[in-house]
């Protein structure tokens, strides 16, 4: 059933990521209310975090405006991918402050802004990414927090979801104290995890009540399953995911 897998061919694919000796950080894992697709959905989903994450916009981490782009792994086999962005190219996006983005109040100020500080960890200029491998498991950098996700179903609608944070064995002091820091934007004790949970939870519900009560579709556009480099404004990963889940069900 499996092909080979092919990863995205950049600095931020799995080689690459994991071509030095690494060191385990720490981990946990939390219960959200919602199916195991959902979650899956989410992963690949790259609206959202512009308007569900504030954290990410206020403080310019991660804006779907940003440089970057959308990586298929296969197009034969587009199950997996690779979302990039370059966090340097956000101070020209003017639209936000035209359009009067809820999440976008830049004044906002940190009291420690040492969190946001980073290191240029490859050569791309990729600020964050997020590789999905078909399909629960997802390895993600957000500034220099290295962090690898999965999930599992726990029922037909709750899932746990596991995090597991980690760094290289020749990260000195500064660096894997950072990291550690940096999980925060992330983890159970940072926002990112705790909206989606919400948000899932919300979906899973507002399908109960759709009308056809086990099922409800919603896509902004589109047919194609194929790499965006230019844009993260696709469903192209979402799309890819079906796929895989229905040749591997036997629907295609
Ligand atoms: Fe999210």
Known sequence: MWKAFSAPRCARSCAATFSRPLKLLGYHSQIIHNNWKLYAENVRDS????????????FKINRLDMDGGIRITDAAQPWHHLSFAKRAT??????????????????????GPELLEAWNEFDD?????IQA??????????LNSLAVRWFTPRGVDKTELFWMYIGYEDD????ERMR???????????????????INEFVQRGTKGSGQSASAFMEMGG?????????????VAI??????????????
């Open 47 to 58: 609206y959202h975090a512009t308007l569900l994450h504030t954290f990410y916009t206020t």
């Open 90 to 111: 956000l101070d020209a996006a003017e639209e936000y402050k035209a359009a009067e983005v809820h999440s976008a109040s830049y004044e906002t100020r940190l009291n």
């Open 172 to 175: 000195d002091e500064a660096e």
């Open 223 to 235: 047919k194609t399953v194929e790499s965006s480099e230019a844009s993260r404004a696709t469903e």
């Open 125 to 129: 200029g990729i600020t964050h990414s």
């Open 239 to 252: 799309r890819g995911f079906w796929k895989g889940y229905r040749e591997i069900m036997g629907f295609a």
């Open 133 to 142: 491998l078909f399909p629960t498991l997802a390895i993600q950098f957000t």
């Open 180 to 198: 550690i820091m940096q999980s925060n934007l992330t983890g159970a004790a940072g926002l990112v995890s705790l909206e989606d949970g919400c």
